[in-house]
């Protein structure tokens, strides 16, 4: 498929490990690397996670990524209340000549 | 650092032409380790892609938005500007424009982003 799936939503407390998926194809997720990005409603995204699971310098060490078949995750341990925000996925996708596709994206609450 | 920073009309009539520019300040447009995107997100639906451009002015698209995009850049500006043609309602959204980066072969991510600027499409 075209799209990237991930959950609408999700939640925990401060202190708590969190995970979002994101399931894609094998035109998109199964042959290529995926990246994360944090997104607060009026604000530029910030780039969480590159090639699967690498940080970008500034990134803390909290946040980390995973990539298996057609299925990356997004892990966030030590939950802080400014973690709260929407979190998305993305790759490059081979269908209509090559395009990027995003996942629909995951509000993160913290309770 | 480097920033990013869309501009034009926030209305667009049904029919006419959206025109945006993206104005990068604190480096260069003309890296070639780089490309430029623009990026849209209708209210309560998901990013789509609408295309890239090179500094040296090459260019690939979303095939979906077919022949209605124009893309150009401007390196005496540092600037790069999407045109998006006989718009509908459809194509009301927030657009972003963002800086694509490389770190290895097939390895690319979006490490830059606009805040995004609000088109309507309505007359």
């Known amino acids: 498929q075209s799209v990237l799936t991930q959950p609408p939503s999700a939640s925990g407390t401060p202190g708590q490990r969190v995970s979002i998926s994101c399931s894609g194809g094998?035109?998109?997720?199964?042959?290529?690397?995926v990246n994360w990005y944090q997104h607060l409603p009026g604000t530029a995204p910030r780039l969480l996670i590159y090639?699967?699971?690498q940080r970008p310098s500034g990134v803390p060490d909290r946040f980390s990524g995973s990539k298996s078949g057609t299925s990356a995750s997004l892990a966030i341990s030590g939950l802080q209340s400014e973690d709260e925000a929407d979190y998305f996925c993305?790759?490059?996708?081979?269908?209509?000549?090559?395009?990027?596709?995003f996942g629909g994206g995951t509000k993160l609450t913290v309770l | 650092q480097v920033q990013l920073q869309e501009s034009g009309p926030g209305l667009v009539k049904p029919s006419q032409t959206l025109s945006l520019t993206c104005t990068v300040s604190?480096?260069?447009?003309?890296?070639?380790?780089?490309?430029w995107s623009w990026i849209r997100q209708p209210a309560g639906k998901r990013l789509e892609w609408i295309g890239r451009?090179?500094?040296?002015?090459?260019?690939n698209h979303n095939a979906s938005l077919k022949s209605r995009i124009t893309m150009s850049v401007d390196t005496s500006k540092n600037q790069f500007s999407l045109k998006l043609t006989s718009v509908t309602a459809a194509d009301t959204a927030v657009y972003f424009c963002?800086?694509?980066?490389?770190?290895?072969?097939?390895?690319?991510?979006?490490?830059?982003w606009g805040r995004g600027t609000l088109v309507t499409v309505s007359s």
């Open positions: 963002a800086r694509g980066s490389w770190v290895e072969k097939g390895v690319w991510f979006f490490d830059l």
């Open positions: 604190g480096g260069s447009i003309s890296s070639g380790s780089h490309y």
């Open positions: 451009i090179y500094f040296n002015g090459g260019t």
């Open positions: 094998s035109s998109n997720i199964g042959r290529h690397t």
């Open positions: 090639s699967n699971n």
């Open positions: 993305a790759a490059w996708d081979d269908s209509l000549n090559g395009l990027w596709v």
